[in-house]
């Protein structure tokens, strides 16, 4: 633990990525995900036998960088980590997707986020169940220490969910991004995937642009598709494609990912 808090204080030279390509930063949550998958959904107070179960790193942002390295794009991830068992397993499966973690902020206090999934075999639901600790966020002055010139994208949480549309009472994405539009700068761009209605996005000159779903032939786990449509869209806009091309492109990922178990195979 001292060793990496004394990393905290005097971080290592950002490394530079191959061929000299300026990174993608995420910024958010990472988590452990423990996933069961189930044949159904079990009703309540019943006992069931499992088809598989899993540990995989999770989280929003977490799961972005996971696409964007399988895409191919330089990437690092910026958000807190605690020592022990599940952030040694996270940390080394960042590792080992080639993700950057000079950014990662090692707190001395509190737990890793932990995120218990249940995914069903018949209907390729997932059901999310997240324990969200008391481990401490990521602060400015950890951001001071950042080279901001090493990125040419930076990633908050710019696109809308259909979950928050339907909170602020919008029943469709078209619907939701007029809606926020006079909540954001002038000149953003914003963009609201509806799940299998596809996706739309609105940019500075005010066009609603749209594109379909791509579903798989068969719907097998959705658990990380708005993750994966996220990052898909950020490494098109990234590589300067329009809106529509980004859009389409988020969702044929996105898509291709439903069909199959955790990311592997997107590409």
Known sequence: MAARAAARRDPEPEPVSP??????????LVCLDIITVVPAYPAEDT??????QRWQRGGNASNSCTVLALLGAPCAFMGSLAPGHAGDFIAADFQRR??????????PHGDVPCACCVVSAASGSRTIMLYDTNLPDVTARDFE??????????????????????HFGYRSAPEALQGLRDRVQPG??????????????VGPDGEL????????????????????????????????RSLQDALTFGCQIAGRKCGIQGFDGIV
Do not use: M
Request: proline letters at 2%.
């Open 188 to 201: 953003a761009t914003l963009i609201c995937a509806w799940a299998e209605e596809g996706a739309d996005a």
């Open 209 to 240: 642009v749209h594109s379909d779903a791509f579903p798989p032939e068969t719907l097998v786990d959705t658990l990380g598709a708005g993750d994966t449509f996220n990052a898909a869209v950020i490494f098109a806009l990234s590589a300067g």
């Open 98 to 107: 080639g993700v950057d973690v000079t950014h990662v902020a090692w707190q």
């Open 145 to 166: 220490r950042v080279d901001l010139s090493q990125y040419k994208w930076i990633h908050w949480e710019v696109f809308i969910s259909k979950d928050l549309a339907r």
């Open 47 to 52: 006992d069931t036998r499992c088809v598989s």
């Open 19 to 28: 061929r000299g390509k300026k990174r993608i930063l995420c910024v958010g």
